[in-house]
């Protein structure tokens, strides 16, 4: 079982930055994809980024440019660095985990283990 704890949303001007972090439990960190989601009230949860053990980075087309995905396999921990944030950034955000072999990255049913998700307000 991996336990994933997300943390650093909070409210933010337009234009603002902020930057999650979601830790892992697992020894075996190193080799899972890990992807960040975001769902929006009355939304479906989307795909945001993911980033796959070789350092392979995905990223939705909406945050393309302006959000960041990197990992820190020493702390078992990925990082989302959200830069230039718009008010259609507010969503709760989710990290989750892709064990081998790896399937769709943009694919919520890819990924076998979420986290609780942190929120992110961004005001205009």
């Known amino acids: 079982q991996v336990q994933l704890v997300e943390s650093g949303g909070g409210l933010v001007q337009a234009g603002g930055s902020l930057r999650l972090s979601c830790a892992a439990s697992?020894?075996?960190?190193?080799?899972?994809?890990m992807g960040w989601f975001r769902q929006a009230p009355g939304k479906e949860r989307e795909f945001v980024s993911t980033?796959?053990?070789?350092?392979?980075?995905y990223y939705a087309d909406s945050v393309k440019g302006r959000f960041t995905i990197s990992r820190d396999n020493a702390k078992n921990t990925v990082y989302l660095q959200m830069n230039s944030l718009r008010p259609e950034d507010t969503a709760v955000y989710y990290c989750?985990?892709?064990?081998?072999?790896?399937?769709?990255?943009?694919?919520?049913?890819?990924?076998?283990?979420w986290g609780q998700g942190t929120q992110v307000t961004v005001s205009s």
């Open positions: 989750a985990a892709d064990l081998p072999p790896y399937r769709n990255y943009a694919s919520r049913s890819s990924y076998d283990y």
């Open positions: 697992a020894r075996t960190f190193s080799t899972y994809a």
């Open positions: 980033i796959r053990s070789g350092g392979d980075t």
